[in-house]
Structure formats: structure tokens, C-alpha cells
């Protein structure tokens, strides 16, 4: 018999089983390319292997679930954006509404210290009493100076309260007076409320030309009446007068009044005036402070908790002493720590006025909510959690996240024919168009808010004329163009 060889038996080697290969290769062909969306084909159940592979058999189903959640997602979204340039405009316009105020309140005090407690000069006829009563809030002082020299002048007279006007008194003038052409003489008297004037006159003229005599009251009312001696509304009392008579007059208010007589012919006319005048003086027995203006300043301190009052009386005229009268200067000593309390508390007021409204606002933005369903590629947030600052330096890349198979991901939208494509891949689709010029892709997006809705030559136009967000109408920041690769 012969021998057969012997050799070493070789175990059969046991065939990898066909399923498994495939599936294998459809997962890495799915994770090599990721644009692929075909479906793999159903396979008979594998048989079990003694170690399989969990990193590729768990690859696919999380891709699958992936695409089959993103274009359905609905979701909310809260999100705090700080719209700076609203918050810098918001912040000029309290600034200059702040130094306005200031302004405004300077102005006013400026004009209440040089309008309406002004300096004034007064001039007074004989007999007069004049009440001067002023807020001592804002008034500190009333001061009073003789303007003319003379031996027996005004007096100033100081009171806690108003005092009573319960003096009468009752005095005459008599007065000749020989009148140019187109002139006019007039006399002053200060005349309290109570008062009575009689004037008596004697016109002598060759031709019994007439006069016009009025009382005014006030030197702007005389003023006019200079102007326009026939408008007859100007003054308290208008009369023309010739030959011989009487004119009455009862005075309502306390103020100064003027006598004053106009020829309003062409040639010189005399005339003979009495004045009969009763009137009523303020009593200055309990005043507790007394000056006379008689070569030197008189001023009045005011005490603020109570009604102060100053009373400037003139002398009588004396029998036989022609008409005289008396220039006084009158004016204020401003109370300056009124002035400045009250410019610090409205500054105050204004600048917690505008914290108030920065917390309103703060608190307004944080409520607000964005809520966003049914996301398309378009609508798809392009800005990441960073400061503005930092995105508006860096290029449209850092809008978008750093995960690029994660970006690939979100990007890709199932077409009708089974295919996949990308945003960019469909330019002819009308959600891919740019809404203002329908012509070119959208291919940009716009900040601090992060819509793509435009071109960057439609968005860069938005920017410059109107600086809102078509979508969400916030005021825009920057244009950013986003770059396919």
C-alpha cells in the first residue's frame, strides 16, 4: 500500500456572512458622504455574531433620527439681544433733555432775578404811598436809592405784615402851563385804590383851539397816548377840552397815573389846571424798620417765615413850593440758596426720571420672547451666544457654529426627487430668493439680530436708507455676507 503524504488539515475558514458586509459598507458610505439620502435596501436578518461592532451600528440611526426631527422641529426661543445703538440714541437724548432742563431752569431764574424782580426806577409825586411786597423765597433784601439829591426825600418803611390803608388825606395844586405846538406836559402821582381826582381847567387861546387831557395809568398807557393822541383806548380817561370845566376821575387800582395835557394846534396855548386829588396813605406807625433815601442806600432784609412788606412814602408839598418830584431806584437781592436748591433738585428728579426709565426698559427687554415655528434653512439662527462686539469683528464664519458636519446637517433639505441638496444648491427656489429683488440668493445676514431674508446688495441698501430688519423691524447694526465653501 502506499503511503499518502500526510499533512497539517487546514479548518475551513467560515464565511463572513453576506448582511453584515453590506451593512457596513452603507455605513460608511453614509458617514464618508454625508449628501447621500438614499435609503439602504431591506436585508435578511443578519446572523449573530460573536462580536459586533457597536461605533457603526449605532452611527445610523442617530443620523436617521437626526433628519427625520430637524425640519419638524417646533421650539421656543428667549433671547436677550441689546440693541446698543437704541440704548446710545436713548442715552443723547435723556443727556440733552437733561442739560435742557438744566438750561431751562437757569433761565428761568435768570429771569425771575432780572425780569420780574428787577431793578425799576420810580418816579413819585407828592404824597405817595406805595405797598412793595415780594416772595421772600426768592427775595432776600429790598433795596432803594434816591436817584436825585435833596435835603427832604422818600422814606422806606419795613413791616412783618402788610399794615392797614386807613389814612386819608386831601390836598390841591394849582397849575399854568404854556404849551407849544405838538408838546405835551404831564405830572406823576402814585394814587391808591379808593382815590378821587378833580381837575378843573381854564383853557386861554385867541383862536379857543382845543386841548386833549388824559389820565393814563401807567407809563406804557402814556407812551401810546404820545404816539396816537386820538385813540382815545389807550388811557383811563380821555378828554378834549377848551374854554372852562371839570373832569372827575375815581381811581380802581393801585398804580401810577399821569396828568398830562396836548396841544394839538399849530400855535402856543395857555392853560390853567387845579387838581384836587383825595387820597389814601398806608399807616406806618408800628413799622419796625424806617430810612430815608436822603444821600444814601436804604436796604430791607426779609425774614422767611414771615409776610414781609415795605412801604415808600414821598413827602407833601409844601404851601406855595412848586409841583416837585422824586426819582427812586428799587431793586431785589436775590436769595441765592433758592436758586441753587432748586437747580439741584431738578436735576435730580431729571436724572431719576431716567434711571426709572433705563429699568423699565431693561425689564421690558427681558420679557420679550421670540417664538419661532416650523424653522426653515432661511430662519435658522446665524448668531452664536458671543458679544456683538466680537462678531462685528470677526468674519461671517463666527455667525455660524464651529461643527461643520453639524452645519452640513441643518443645511440639508429632502427634495421632491429623492435627492438631497443644499441652501446653496437651490437658488431657484422662492424661500432661497431674496425678498426685495427676487433675483439674486440670500446670501447674507443682518445684525444684532441674525435674520437672512436678503442679497447683500439688497441688505447693504436696507442698511444705509432704512437701518431696520425686514423680518423683525429692529434697528440694524452691520451686514454680513455669508461665503459657500
Known amino acids: 500500500m502506499e503511503e499518502e503524504p500526510e499533512h497539517n488539515p487546514t479548518p475551513t475558514p467560515t464565511p463572513t456572512p453576506t448582511p453584515s458586509v453590506s451593512s457596513s459598507n452603507a455605513i460608511e458610505g453614509s458617514s464618508s458622504d454625508s449628501q447621500v439620502h438614499e435609503e439602504p435596501e431591506p436585508e435578511p436578518e443578519p446572523e449573530p455574531e460573536p462580536e459586533p461592532e457597536p461605533e457603526e451600528s449605532n452611527q445610523l440611526p442617530q443620523i436617521e433620527d437626526r433628519r427625520r426631527t430637524i425640519p419638524g422641529v417646533s421650539y421656543r426661543l428667549n433671547i436677550s439681544i441689546s440693541d446698543s445703538p437704541s440704548t446710545q440714541v436713548r442715552d443723547d437724548a435723556w443727556s440733552c433733555l437733561i442739560v435742557l432742563v438744566t438750561f431751562w431752569f437757569f433761565a428761568a431764574s435768570m429771569t425771575v432775578i432780572l425780569g ?3 431793578s425799576v426806577d420810580l418816579p413819585l409825586g407828592p404824597n405817595c404811598s ?10 432776600k433784601s429790598i433795596k432803594a436809592q434816591q436817584i436825585d ?36 406836559k404831564e405830572w406823576a402821582y402814585f394814587l391808591n385804590k379808593g382815590s378821587k381826582v378833580n381837575i378843573s381847567y381854564s383853557v386861554k387861546s385867541p383862536s379857543s383851539a382845543p386841548l386833549s387831557l388824559v389820565i393814563a395809568q401807567g407809563r406804557d398807557s402814556l407812551v401810546e397816548w404820545i404816539e396816537d393822541p386820538s385813540y382815545p383806548n389807550t388811557t383811563l380817561s380821555w378828554n378834549i377840552i377848551h374854554g372852562n370845566g371839570i373832569i372827575q376821575q375815581e381811581i380802581l387800582w393801585s398804580k401810577l397815573y ?5 396841544n394839538l394846534n399849530s400855535e402856543e396855548v395857555e392853560v390853567k389846571l387845579n387838581f384836587t386829588i383825595k387820597g389814601f396813605l398806608y399807616n406806618t406807625t408800628q413799622a419796625y424798620y424806617k430810612c430815608s433815601l436822603s444821600h444814601r442806600l436804604c436796604s430791607l432784609k426779609l425774614l422767611l417765615p414771615r409776610a414781609n412788606a415795605a412801604v415808600l412814602t414821598s413827602p407833601a408839598t409844601e404851601q406855595g413850593v412848586p409841583y416837585k418830584e422824586w426819582f427812586v431806584k428799587v431793586s431785589y437781592g436775590p436769595r441765592w ?12 428728579i431729571v436724572l431719576l426720571a431716567f434711571r426709572i426709565c433705563n429699568m423699565l426698559q431693561i425689564t421690558r427687554e427681558d420679557e420679550i420672547g421670540f417664538r419661532v415655528g416650523e424653522v426653515g434653512p432661511e430662519r435658522a439662527p446665524l448668531l452664536s451666544h458671543k458679544d456683538d462686539d466680537l462678531l462685528s469683528r470677526g468674519s461671517s464664519y463666527d455667525s455660524i457654529s464651529h461643527d461643520e458636519e ?56 436696507v ?23
Open 463 to 485: 442698511v444705509e436708507e432704512a437701518g431696520t430688519c425686514p423680518i423683525c423691524r429692529r434697528t440694524m447694526k452691520k451686514v454680513r455676507k455669508i461665503f459657500t465653501v
Open 116 to 118: 420780574f424782580y428787577g
Open 337 to 348: 440758596i433758592t436758586y441753587v436748591l432748586g437747580s439741584g433738585i431738578m436735576t435730580v
Open 149 to 184: 439829591e435833596s435835603k427832604h426825600g422818600p422814606m422806606l418803611y419795613g413791616f412783618y405784615e402788610p399794615p392797614p390803608l386807613d389814612t386819608e388825606i386831601t390836598w390841591s395844586e394849582t397849575h399854568n402851563a404854556f404849551i407849544q405846538s405838538a408838546y405835551h
Open 258 to 262: 399821569y396828568i398830562a395835557v396836548r
Open 406 to 461: 453639524e452645519v452640513d446637517e441643518w443645511l440639508i433639505v429632502p427634495s421632491i426627487d429623492g435627492k438631497a441638496s443644499k441652501e446653496g444648491e437651490s437658488n431657484s427656489s422662492p424661500r432661497r430668493l431674496c425678498v426685495i429683488c427676487f433675483d439674486a440668493p440670500r446670501d447674507c445676514f443682518f445684525l444684532p439680530c441674525g435674520h437672512c431674508a436678503t442679497c447683500f446688495a439688497c441688505g447693504t441698501r
Open 130 to 139: 406805595c405797598l412793595i411786597q415780594v416772595n421772600p423765597i426768592f427775595v
